[in-house]
């Protein structure tokens, strides 16, 4: 069973800087694809912030660009989100999703969420 965790999230101040961790865990032979999204308390839409490959290439949302930067360590089967100038739009829960292969097939995975809020 594989199962994602996430931490670093949190109250920040606007202009602040948050970093979110992800790690996987259980039966993995290789982690492909690892993204963040977030989810609006009031519309529960989840839109993808930014995404990383294993080859480490990264494609970020147009309103993240530029502030946001997205990880990964793949020896610890981790991806982060490092979030800069953080303004009260960002505001959201935070996921983390994977595409994972194991023994048996290839799944995508997402991690229960962590709160951000940024607010004085």
């Known amino acids: 069973q594989v199962q994602l965790v996430e931490s670093g999230g949190g109250l920040v101040q606007p202009g602040g800087s ?15 694809d690892m993204a ?3 989810q609006a308390p009031i519309t529960k839409q989840r839109e993808l912030v930014a995404t990383i490959t294993y080859g480490l ?6 309103f993240v660009k530029g502030r946001f930067t997205i990880s990964r360590d793949n020896a610890k089967n981790t991806v982060y989100l490092q979030m800069k100038s953080l303004k009260p739009e960002v505001t959201a ?3 983390c999703n994977a595409r994972i292969a194991n023994y048996r097939n290839i799944q995508n995975y997402w991690g229960q969420g962590t709160q951000v809020t940024v607010s004085s």
């Not at 948050?18 to 492909?32: D, E, K, V």
């Not at 290439?57 to 147009?62: F, H, L, P, V």
């Open 18 to 32: 948050l970093r979110l961790s992800c790690a996987a865990s259980g039966s993995i032979i290789r982690i492909n």
């Open 36 to 38: 963040w999204y977030r």
């Open 57 to 62: 290439s990264t494609n970020y949302a147009e």
């Open 93 to 95: 829960v935070y996921y």
